[in-house]
């Protein structure tokens, strides 16, 4: 999965499909506790964007930075050790402004900060600034999902693909998301190779990812789901409708690790983008 901006004027969702975005910085090392921000945008489609189809007519993410449009913002939340709560004095603001054929009014990628009117100075003293300043967290990691419907697999791409200035996004291409499973557990990867989960019907299967993922050849039983953060975080905001991807972490849907919302019927019937960084 962020949010932010100042919308582009006359950018409306398309009838097809919204994204979503989401930052989060990291707090955590090694065995240390697993501490850290995170938020999801969601993005709409361009006025002028014109939707691409595959040979079985699944709706596929915008092809250019140009054909996404409006983002809706969502809060910012805290991830620790299991907990999922907003955290109160952050925000997503501004950042570079990427290009809109409709408006080029700045719509802002998913920075996660805070405003302050204190900063040290050189000499390690604090000094009252006069007026607020905006300082910007460190980012973890960026990611682009795209969820094609309910038969479908679900297409990524590292980076913020709607954000002209992010060099990561432009040199990929989305693809399918893949696993590198151990023993039973699934775990989501950005480099990974396997295309089925681990285990035979895992609970989350039909709420996180399509049907179509699960492995019903197997004996093995599903022990759980893991992997990168900014990919399971937009999984999650995808099932979600359009506008209200936040609900997947205010109503603890997301608890103690564990995973226990549902698709919402409406959402999963429309192509999404979620873009995250944490």
Request: with cysteine; net charge positive; hydrophobic share 25%.
């Amino acid at each position: 999965m962020s949010h932010h901006h100042r919308s582009p004027r006359n950018n409306k969702h398309s009838h097809r499909g919204h994204a979503s975005k989401s930052s989060s910085s990291s707090k955590s090392s090694g065995n240390l506790p697993c501490r850290f921000l995170f938020t999801v945008t969601e993005v709409g489609y361009a006025a002028n964007a014109v939707p691409c189809y595959d040979t079985l007519n699944n709706q596929l993410p915008p092809q250019n930075y140009q054909e996404f449009g409006q983002r809706i913002p969502g809060k910012v939340f805290r991830y620790n050790n299991g907990d999922i709560s907003v955290a109160a004095g952050f925000a997503v603001s501004p950042g570079r402004p990427y290009y809109n054929s409709e408006d080029e009014t700045s719509c802002r990628p998913s920075t996660i900060g805070y405003y302050t009117d204190r900063m040290l100075n050189d000499d390690g003293q604090v000094v009252r600034l006069t007026e607020r300043t905006w300082l910007p967290l460190q980012s973890y990691s960026t990611a682009t999902m795209y969820n094609c419907g309910p038969f479908a697999p679900c297409l990524f791409k590292p980076g913020d693909a709607s954000d002209q200035g992010d060099p990561l996004a432009r040199d990929y291409v989305f693809r399918m998301v893949h696993f590198t499973n151990e023993g039973g557990i699934s775990r989501i990867s950005t480099n990974g190779s396997i295309r089925k989960v681990a285990g035979n019907n895992p609970t989350w299967v039909g709420s996180l990812v399509p049907e179509n993922y699960n492995d019903k050849r197997t004996g093995q039983t599903s022990t759980g789901l893991g992997g990168e953060f900014c990919l399971l975080i937009a999984l999650m905001a995808l099932t979600q409708d359009r506008g209200r991807c936040d609900r997947a972490f205010t109503e603890a849907r997301w608890d103690r690790n564990r995973w226990t919302g549902r698709r919402n019927p409406t959402g999963c019937r429309e192509p999404c983008l979620c873009s995250t960084s944490n």
